[in-house]
């Protein structure tokens, strides 16, 4: 149990365009959604948070405008890129939790993104 | 701030040897939870061991073990028979209990197993 997917897991795109990375908790409900950012060889850096049907909380830094997060649904959150450059190549990962044990967090497989 | 910090970047143990891997962090909060989790070169994060801060006694998963020192705010993993599947990117991680619940991560350390 306790799985999370995310789709693609490896997506090039043209700069200036726009991609969407989708995170789905296949058998639990997530209330709420991380997404993250790691560079090669660094830390995961956290970018939001996404709870159910309300706005991301977004980390200081990191541009709402440019990473938009929407958190439809209990089992789905989606990260879009906007207007895509090559600095935003990078290794994305999310991670949902439960509602009842927020310290329950389970982590999808990333998606590797680049930007050409 | 709350901070975790790993001092050791890469570390290299051989086949069947035990490995100790570093980790302190700083908090004045008093409920929070510490976390090791893995990632290997697929570059899926994997929890190893968790450790609630109010227990006493050191979390276990089987050739996993902790040594967690609330007052030296230190929290350390011990590796026991260690086997080439534990090669992988360690990092040592902070969480807060009912405060946003946002997870802290060491920058990690890189351990490497001699066969």
């Known amino acids: 149990g306790a799985v999370v997917s995310q789709h693609p897991s490896w997506v090039i795109c043209k700069s200036g365009t726009s991609v969407k990375i989708e995170c789905r908790s296949l058998?639990?409900?997530?209330?709420?959604m991380f997404w993250y950012r790691q560079f090669p060889k660094q830390s995961l850096m956290l970018m939001a948070t996404?709870?159910?049907?309300?706005?991301?909380?977004?980390e200081q830094g990191v541009e709402k405008d440019k990473f938009l997060i929407n958190h439809a649904s209990l089992t789905l959150s989606t990260l879009t890129v906007t207007s895509a450059h090559p600095e935003d190549s990078s290794f994305y990962i999310c991670?949902?939790?439960?509602?009842?044990?927020?310290?329950?967090?389970?982590f999808g497989p990333g998606t590797r993104l680049t930007v050409t | 701030a709350q901070t975790v910090t790993q001092s050791q970047p890469e570390m290299s143990v051989q086949e069947a040897e035990t490995v100790t891997l570093s980790c302190t962090y700083d908090t004045s909060e008093s409920d929070y939870y510490l976390f090791w989790y893995k990632q290997p070169p697929s570059r899926q994060m994997i929890l190893v061991i968790r450790?609630?801060?109010?227990?006493?006694q050191n979390a276990t998963e089987n050739r996993f073990s902790v040594n967690f020192q609330k007052a030296a705010k230190s929290f350390s993993l011990k590796i026991s028979d260690s086997q080439l599947g534990d090669a992988a990117m360690y990092f040592c991680?902070?969480?807060?209990?009912?405060?946003?619940?946002?997870?802290?991560f060491g920058k990690g350390t890189r351990l490497h197993i001699l066969p």
């Open positions: 991680a902070l969480l807060f209990m009912n405060r946003d619940d946002k997870i802290i």
């Open positions: 450790q609630e801060a109010y227990k006493q």
């Open positions: 058998d639990f409900q997530a209330t709420t």
């Open positions: 991670s949902a939790a439960t509602g009842g044990s927020l310290y329950e967090q389970y």
């Open positions: 996404s709870n159910e049907g309300s706005k991301a909380t977004y």
